[in-house]
């Protein structure tokens, strides 16, 4: 043990620097001492700064420190409203849950890995659906229970409805013409550009 201790010493001082810095921003998010937005951020850049200018003392750690500090530029707009906003979540793990629960559905029924193309142009109802057969199990029977009353009034408000309907239909022809011109931009980058510049101008 002491001889596997002294050959890797020199790997503890990186790992040291590193998981203070990061045991650091944890205590700062966690904010348990209530902090205001604007206080949790000022708090959070001066640790930012410090990491930044001595970033070389985390050693083989520190392409780890770097990529930290990128990423955390990137999302720095959004990670202080939680601070401000009651019950906002201070992560999205939920949300990527409820969407986890989408994607499973979506293997189970097509055995496929990626998500088919109707998800895009129909995935309000399918998240719908994923949702609440997560929170519960509907037999045969739940959905055979179709009150004929029920249906008849459904019926006569069809028109009523029509306007809405329309609205639906616009909103499917809007989500088909994003996917189409996303496989636009995906097949040739440089002539979408170029379509769009010829547009702006």
Not at 57 to 83: D, M, N, V
Not at 98 to 105: I, M, S, T
Not at 161 to 170: H, N
Request: proline share 3%; net charge positive.
């Amino acid at each position: 043990m002491t001889k596997g201790l002294e050959q890797t010493a020199s790997l503890f001082t990186p790992i040291s620097v590193a998981y203070n810095w990061v045991h650091q921003a944890a205590e700062i998010l966690e904010n348990e001492t209530g902090l205001d937005a604007i206080e949790v951020q000022r708090s959070f850049q001066t640790l930012l700064d410090s990491m930044s200018h001595k970033k070389n003392e985390a050693g083989t750690l520190e392409p780890g420190i770097t990529h930290f500090l990128k990423i955390t530029r990137s999302y720095w707009s959004g990670l202080f409203h939680c601070y401000d906003v009651e019950g906002l979540p201070r992560t999205n793990n939920d949300l990527e849950q409820v969407f986890g629960v989408l994607r499973h559905h979506q293997r189970r029924c097509t055995g496929r890995k990626v998500a088919p193309s109707s998800l895009v142009i129909r995935g309000t109802v399918q998240l719908s659906s994923a949702i609440a057969t997560a929170l519960h199990s509907f037999t045969a029977q739940d959905l055979a229970q179709v009150c004929p009353k029920t249906w008849q009034q459904l019926r006569s408000n069809l028109r009523k409805a029509r306007r809405t309907e329309a609205s639906a239909r616009q909103t499917l022809r809007q989500h088909q013409r994003s996917r189409i011109e996303q496989l636009r931009f995906r097949r040739n980058p440089q002539a979408y550009l170029a379509m769009l510049e010829t547009l702006f101008v």
